[in-house]
């Protein structure tokens, strides 16, 4: 039988580690003291990953972290850092992912239970999840979001896994953690019938809050993507951000099913009403412009006031944008609605007499799917949020 081991450290990093990376000259920004290049910080210096290969000896328990002083370099880490903002996020995403993977591979090597993998992953799970919406306009270079996907989903498979198992030992457990948890999962495999089937075998009492999530996910693999568009608009903040990424997705389904169902010689589509069943909010619509062109789609202009008989696929009452106060990009309070009314009208006019002709053999369907941006739905709900460490550690996403 495997025997595992059990950590005795109770400093973020061990002295050892500490001594050879100053020696070394590799501590990090966020681990030396402020204006200094060499001299650290030892309470914030944070053990880096480093990979299991062969031929190198097996740690000594003084050199794994015990439980508590894991979770504490979680909190440390997600409390003190993600808000710091004398370096750009995408550089505190480094760091923080990399310190996070170390404090995962010691939850491996320790074989740590249930409860305490779950208090340690659920905090990681949130900022991976949050961090991969944040940069997901990032260049390559600067953060690889097949990484930090790849990270997400075997992070959420663990968590879950670890639910599965306190539900076989009749263990107790918090059930709303669960329900965030079973959440994020559906969210970030938004159209996956793994992931549907999971869902839909959990118990009643979790099936039912999680009812907008799992039609949401049937509604996708029956390819009624606008209704996914507008169900993404209902989710909690997280879960908002998750499904987002999926949006760019879903556009070009939308967009390719466009091209058979209104293709015509003659009559064209306004690309006001596109851009209001594919979701693209008042900072999109020149994407929208772009997005056309990067699926070889043909625009057309036309008049501002064509005759009825001759002018457009969409009808003007399925896009009704008469008033301010009816207008589809304009989803803000009351209160703000007056002061945003202006810059409404100027955005709003780059698509104003545009239209696109949808020919099937236009459409490039070849041509990969465009990278997701941010939502200002999705930016609005994480502004609400009166601390994103919070969210990220107490799980209220």
Known sequence: MESFIRGSCESMCPKAEIDMRTRERMLHFYELKRGSRTEPVQRLVVKEFARSAAGVRRPKHWEIRTVGCLKRTVEYLLTEVVPDERRPYNFRYEFIFDRLRAVRQEVVMQNLAEKDTLDILEPVVCFLAYSAYVLCESH?????PKICSIHLQECLKKVLRCYDDLDEESTPYNQSR??????????????????????????????????????????????NFHRVLLSIQKLPPLEAALATLKVPTI???????????????????????????????RPEHSSLIEDCHHYNLQLVQVDESPPPDQSTVAQRTSAPVSTPKDAWWDEDSDDEKDKDHNLSAVISSVLAGKSVKFEKTRFDSSKPVVQPRRMEFVDRKLSAMTSISGMLLEGEC
């Open 140 to 144: 390559i270079n600067e953060f690889d």
């Open 251 to 281: 556009r070009q389904q939308l967009l390719l099913r466009f091209s058979t169902a209104f293709q015509s010689k003659v009559l064209s589509v306004p690309l006001e009403w596109i851009g209001h069943v594919l979701l693209y909010q």
């Open 178 to 223: 669960r329900i965030r948890m079973e959440a994020l999962y559906l969210a970030f495999n938004l159209g996956s019938s793994e992931a549907l089937t999971r869902g839909i075998s959990l118990p009643k009492d979790i099936r039912k809050r999680l009812s907008l999530q799992l039609s949401m996910n049937i509604e996708y693999l029956r390819h």
